[in-house]
């Protein structure tokens, strides 16, 4: 910058806590001052300068910076598929990334500091040259002295251009401190990573020995099919049995230490569906509670041996908990106690006593839910070990007081091999009995409901007059016929059935005018009148009787049900050795009525 290129009079203001220059005068010429030889830069400025050039040169440092925040600017969109844990490894190099950037822009304001005081440094010294080739000494003392407040004022400038590279310098130290920081912070970062990432793995593995142990201990000696809808146990229809229902729920419900009872035995003749009370249960304690079920099905030779009974217990008790917070405390303590060896799975006793621990363990893990066990049809326990099963139960009885929401639910019929040994401990209070009597008001009345509700589908079915048909003092008779036995009401509206899909409504009255006849009260009596109806050429033909008598006896004493198919191939009936084999599917369709009533 020129002399020439100067304006005749500054128009800025003066710098603060300067004092303003001369103003600009024509008097005669005088000496010049001294400080137009000794006046130069500030030595702060010309310091700071020289410490910035030789630790940050442009060849290193800066083009370094300005590459990195280049490719930092072209990755951003990038910066989101960096996992944020277990690490915050994602928001630790956004502001790494933030630090360089701003280091860039620091170095760059850097280089437009120097270069502004360098302007100025050469635009002096073509001033310096113009008072050197002046012809006349008035012009450059006056020049000099009007050029007083520019020279304060390019202090001030160099002043604030030191302070300036030196508050930069720090600056950029400490962002290079940071990122040191930061990179020290992601090396430990990873380390506690690995840490973790080899307790989780430990964690893993331990989880997986003990699940493979307690499957070999537990799951193979349990036995599959043992839910209510595996064993096709139907709960109860809608609107039944509600009383009963709500007595038990209230037992459930009750987790007093002083009124609490852990074991509930729910008695009652065979078809008054105390199977289907219990599927009511389970459906009524899915949610909310640990629910364990066991259905036994005389049908099914797997549900009936007793030594399997507590192994399956223990280990449906341990899946159904693994859903809520106790499951895995519930699989550390039964891994330990197997692995002391405290207990067996091999006998029935152990692993009643490892079903106790279990129960215990479970209920104190999770105070406030009820631990249910709904195990229906003890009585269809394999004959011979059915005393001694029962037994074991009962001395079970006084184990849980100090658990009062362990709650075990057992069903059967009050057969004396169970009444013997659960007798004591009902009159100690141990146990609570509910005995379902098929006499009562509330039995009578549901029976009529199902009644009513089947016959109406039936009526549907063939176009009846439902308004009129059956009618509600022949519903009455049917009702008070049943004797308070779902059973009876289920295949009663069964036969009915029957007997119109194979006649059709002419035959209406004649079905309907059979149930009037007093004897048909009871089940036994209904069944001889189904066979009666279903075979009636056994009494007079020698045959028909044979047949009717070799398959309804294999299949009443076959230990496990088989396939129509299969029975046909192992009695291979024929009436002659060149005759055709008996169509086995025609016999059994006509026993439908009696061999899927749907009861129990």
Known sequence: MG????PATPTLRPPKNKKRGPSITTESAQSPPEETENWKFNAKFLTALSQWTLQNPEDSFDRIL???????????????????????????????AQIIQLGAKISSAKVEVRNFVMDIQRWVNGLQSSFDKAGK????????SNLAYMRSLIDEICDWAAARLTQSFILISEGLDAIHYGQNQIVHAIENLKKAQYEQLKSILEEQERRRFLEDELRAHAVKNITHDSQNKQPCYPGTRREILNEIQ???????????????????????GKSAIAASIVQECERGNILIQFFVNRNDLNTTNPN???????WELLRSSESLEPGLSLEHHLHDVLKRREFSVNTPDCAAELFIEAISKATNDAPQAAVVIIFDGLDETAREHLEDTATLFSQLFARLHDHP???????????????????????????????????????????????????????????????????????????????GLFIWAVTASNYIDMRLRHRGTEILQSVLDQFDNQAMTGINTLYREILEFSYPKVITDQWSFETFRRLLGAIIVLREPMTIGDLGDFLDLRESP??????????????????MNGSE
């Not at 060149?578 to 061999?595: A, I, M, Q, S």
């Open 137 to 144: 000494r008035g012009f450059t003392t006056r020049t000099w």
């Open 308 to 314: 399997s009974y507590f192994q399956t217990l223990t």
């Open 3 to 6: 002399i020439a290129n100067l």
């Open 66 to 96: 300005q590459r990195v925040s280049k490719a930092i600017d072209a990755g951003k969109d990038h910066f989101n598929l960096i996992p944020d844990a277990p690490f915050p490894a994602r928001s630790l190099i956004q502001s790494l």
């Open 405 to 483: 929401n362990a709650k075990v639910l057992i069903s059967s019929r009050s057969e004396d091999a169970i009444l013997k040994p659960f007798r004591d401990a009902i009159q100690n209070g141990n146990i609570k009995e509910i005995q379902i009597n098929t006499s009562d008001s509330n039995s009578c009345r549901d029976v009529k409901m199902v009644l009513e509700r089947r016959l109406t589908k039936i009526a549907m079915r063939y176009n009846l007059p439902s308004a009129v048909w059956p009618g509600d003092h022949r519903l009455e008779k049917l009702a008070g016929r049943a004797s």
């Open 578 to 595: 060149e005759g055709n084999r008996v169509d086995v599917k025609n016999f059994v369709e006509h026993l439908r009525t009696l061999l």
């Open 250 to 272: 209230a037992w459930i419900n009750d987790h007093s230490k002083d009124t609490s009872q852990n074991f509930l035995w729910l008695t009652g003749p065979p078809g008054c």
